[in-house]
């Protein structure tokens, strides 16, 4: 199992992070985020947005967040109702981060990993995320790197013609961690009528007049991909994950259409390693990693014993005395 982790690691592969990776740091979960919009309450000028409202409200209480809102169509005040109070909830979880990682530079495990991952001769590295924190940039920050998210640099940040953003330093290529969000960031933001998408980071609260650029989970979803920036970060993202020679999946569901299709079919045609990290794994993930599509593989998920693991020699898992070899600290502590 160790030799199977290293091998990955020593790959340069693509780091894929799901919410899980964010949510031991105080970031919301899915449920938290369903409780907190619930209780948000919204403007409802007429009867059709109040019974739209009622029936999100009352499905929520029974089902998945990303269901409801998939399922119930709410009127374009509410769905940006939705992701305002999303970007509300989240932005203040991640400045707390922010300010913890200011005080203590190794407060995030991404920074060892980015470091042991940039350590060699490779001076760029790929990361693809559904989430909306910028717990990427941080570590990378953290860790002396530089990191492109498909926009500029500074605090007015605007999207870049070059994706990814090159450094230099020295005149030679600096080392640079390219972050790939495809559901979009807390930094994004589109401003009034015709303006382009701007980057504006560490907002403490939403500027009047601009709008998150983030995707939640509903009707649209699929729809908003399609317009800049997210088309051109997901062709980015996708580049990434089809040319990958390996993948460390980190607190990642396999629930996203937008993501699994080239690694799925990567893992499925080459025996290109792939490790995940997780509490528990998702039916999804089970059905992907366990039912036979990958072909080398290696999951440490937590267990009462500590922590159960499974790759091709066990794959119906196997108890290791170790209590969080399943957490990204715990998993550095084996390849390093």
């Given at each position: ?6 091998a ?14 964010s ?10 985020l ?38 119930v ?49 490779h ?5 693809v ?19 492109s ?16 953003l090159?450094f ?48 939640t ?12 920036p ?60 366990l ?46």
């Open positions: 199992m160790a030799e199977l982790a290293q990955c690691v020593a790959a340069a592969p693509v780091v894929v992070l799901g919410s899980g990776a949510m031991p740091h105080g970031l919301p979960g899915m449920g938290a369903a409780s907190h919009l619930v209780a948000s309450g919204p403007a409802l000028p007429d009867r059709e947005h109040s019974d739209a409202w009622n029936t999100f409200v009352s499905k929520a209480a029974s089902a998945d967040l990303e269901t409801v809102l998939t399922t169509r709410l009127p374009e005040a509410l769905t940006r109702h939705i992701v305002e109070a999303t970007w509300d909830q989240i932005a203040a979880a991640d400045l707390r981060v922010f300010e913890a990682v200011v005080r203590d530079h190794r407060h995030l495990a991404l920074t060892r990993l980015f470091r042991h991952l940039l350590a060699s001769t001076t760029d590295l790929d990361l995320t559904t989430n909306y924190d910028r717990l990427a940039e941080y570590a990378a920050d953290a860790g002396e790197l530089c990191h998210t498909g926009f500029g640099h500074g605090h007015l940040r605007f999207r870049h013609k070059e994706h990814p090159r230099t330093q020295n005149k030679k290529p600096a080392r640079t961690v390219n972050i790939w969000k495809v559901h979009g960031s807390l930094d994004w933001f589109q401003g009034p009528t015709d303006s382009a998408p701007v980057g504006l980071p560490l907002m403490p609260a939403r500027l009047s007049g601009y709008s998150p650029l983030i995707i989970p509903g009707i649209e979803k699929f729809q908003k991909t399609h317009d800049e997210f088309r051109t970060i997901l062709a980015n993202a996708d580049r990434a994950l089809q040319r990958a020679r390996g993948y460390v999946c980190i607190g990642y569901g396999f629930n996203d259409r937008h993501i699994q299709p080239k690694l799925i079919e990567r893992c499925a045609v080459e025996p290109v390693p792939l490790v995940l990290l997780t509490r528990t794994m998702t039916p999804a993930a089970r059905e992907f990693v039912g036979g599509q990958c072909r080398r593989y290696l999951v440490l998920e937590q267990s009462t014993a500590g922590t159960r693991a499974y790759c091709p020699d066990y794959p119906a898992g196997a108890e290791l005395p170790t209590p969080d070899l399943w957490t990204l600290h715990g998993f550095l502590s084996l390849v390093m």
